[in-house]
């Protein structure tokens, strides 16, 4: 007996989707950060660690020296990105260290980041009135008024690109949107991880 009807209450399946966009967006927002601390030989360096990797290991998958591996490493790790475990070789009495990347705190340590530059913008908001006109760079590295830009000539601080100038209100709008994705993304994956910590 075929029956067309369709039950009335969807079958649901939202907890996959939602991860896999979820899972997406981290990744999306995960290598900008990357990008914005330490530009395109961060995340190079960060691809190349997979699931955890030796500075050696990075440097064959990376050809980059060792000493600019190492450097890279270490501002990555100030920001929380990645962390390491060091491991003493007894004959030879060296560490090795073995990179990791720690995707959860890195996204916690971009939210906290990206909350104090929007807060920061917001009050220089309130402190100009309503002509607030702001200087961004186009890669995304830098925001700034106008004093700060003119120091810097016009060019991004990081990047040396032109600096092109906004709307600052637009802008804070702009960056509470993103705060939102990101908080989004957060909460998401706390729920992620809770639903894996579950007792048996
Ligand atoms: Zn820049």
Redesign the pocket.
């Given at each position: 007996m075929p029956s067309k009807t369709k039950p009335k209450t969807q079958t649901k399946k939202p907890n996959n989707n939602i991860a896999k966009t979820n899972k997406k967006e981290s990744k999306e927002q995960f290598d900008l950060f990357v990008q914005e601390v330490c530009g395109p030989k961060g995340l190079k360096i960060v691809k190349s660690i997979g699931e955890g990797a030796t500075e050696e290991f990075i440097e064959k998958g990376t050809k980059l020296k060792l000493s600019e591996i190492r450097n890279v490493l270490n501002v990555l790790n100030n920001h929380g990105i990645v962390e390491y475990n060091r491991e003493k070789n007894m004959n030879t009495g060296w560490f090795t260290y073995t990179w990791r990347v720690n995707m959860n705190r890195a996204m916690q340590n971009l939210l906290a980041k990206k909350k104090k530059e929007c807060e920061v913008l917001r009050n220089q908001l309130k402190n100009s009135g309503d002509t607030a006109v702001i200087y961004k760079?186009?890669?995304?590295?830098?925001t700034m008024f106008f004093d700060q830009a003119e120091k810097s000539d016009f060019n991004?601080?990081?990047?040396?690109?032109k600096l092109k100038f906004s709307d600052g209100t637009r802008q804070v709008k702009e960056m509470e949107t993103k705060l939102y994705a990101i908080e989004k993304i957060l909460s998401n994956q706390a729920d992620f991880i809770s639903s894996q910590n579950k007792p048996e």
């Amino acid at each position: 007996m075929p029956s067309k009807t369709k039950p009335k209450t969807q079958t649901k399946k939202p907890n996959n989707n939602i991860a896999k966009t979820n899972k997406k967006e981290s990744k999306e927002q995960f290598d900008l950060f990357v990008q914005e601390v330490c530009g395109p030989k961060g995340l190079k360096i960060v691809k190349s660690i997979g699931e955890g990797a030796t500075e050696e290991f990075i440097e064959k998958g990376t050809k980059l020296k060792l000493s600019e591996i190492r450097n890279v490493l270490n501002v990555l790790n100030n920001h929380g990105i990645v962390e390491y475990n060091r491991e003493k070789n007894m004959n030879t009495g060296w560490f090795t260290y073995t990179w990791r990347v720690n995707m959860n705190r890195a996204m916690q340590n971009l939210l906290a980041k990206k909350k104090k530059e929007c807060e920061v913008l917001r009050n220089q908001l309130k402190n100009s009135g309503d002509t607030a006109v702001i200087y961004k760079c186009p890669k995304g590295c830098a925001t700034m008024f106008f004093d700060q830009a003119e120091k810097s000539d016009f060019n991004c601080p990081s990047c040396t690109a032109k600096l092109k100038f906004s709307d600052g209100t637009r802008q804070v709008k702009e960056m509470e949107t993103k705060l939102y994705a990101i908080e989004k993304i957060l909460s998401n994956q706390a729920d992620f991880i809770s639903s894996q910590n579950k007792p048996e």
